[in-house]
């Protein structure tokens, strides 16, 4: 069961991608209006 918990712990490091993901967002919608 140990392993299942680092197989989860990637996944952790990507809604840190997905944070990025926002601020690029971010910095589309800013320079759009």
Known sequence: KR???EE???PVSQP???SDSE???SDDEVPGP
């Open 3 to 5: 392993s299942d918990s």
């Open 8 to 10: 989860k712990e990637p």
């Open 16 to 18: 840190a991608a997905s």
């Open 23 to 25: 601020t690029s967002d």
